[in-house]
């Protein structure tokens, strides 16, 4: 079983920066590790994902250049470095994990979800 926490969250003025992490717990070694997001009112949306195999990325069209995925073998933990925040960013982050090798941005093709973090981000 995997368990995931997010953390890091919070609120900052637009142009400022915040780092998520997440705390995996359990084997993931040949899984997916994504970044999806939701604001109010609004479906929830992929942000980002990474290989923790190999750590290949891929990014929204919406954070490429602005947000950096990583992971970090020794913790257990991915992160999600996010950088030049616009309001538009504002939502909820959820942390989710795909138990295939294959990087995904669909939202049902991953089976292990954290409870989510709120960034605000105020113009």
């Known amino acids: 079983q995997v368990q995931l926490v997010e953390s890091g969250g919070g609120s900052v003025q637009a142009g400022g920066s915040l780092r998520l992490s997440c705390a995996v717990s359990?084997?993931?070694?040949?899984?997916?590790m994504g970044w999806f997001r939701q604001a109010p009112g609004k479906e929830r949306e992929f942000v980002a994902a990474i290989r923790w195999s190999g750590g290949s990325t891929y990014y929204a069209d919406s954070v490429k250049g602005r947000f950096t995925i990583s992971r970090d073998n020794a913790k257990n933990t991915v992160y999600l470095q996010m950088n030049s925040l616009k309001s538009e960013d504002t939502a909820v982050y959820y942390c989710?994990?795909?138990?295939?090798?294959?990087?995904?941005?669909?939202?049902?093709?991953?089976?292990?979800w954290g409870q989510g973090t709120q960034v605000t981000v105020s113009s």
């Open positions: 359990g084997r993931t070694s040949n899984y997916v």
């Open positions: 989710a994990a795909r138990p295939r090798l294959g990087i995904s941005i669909v939202e049902y093709e991953y089976d292990y």
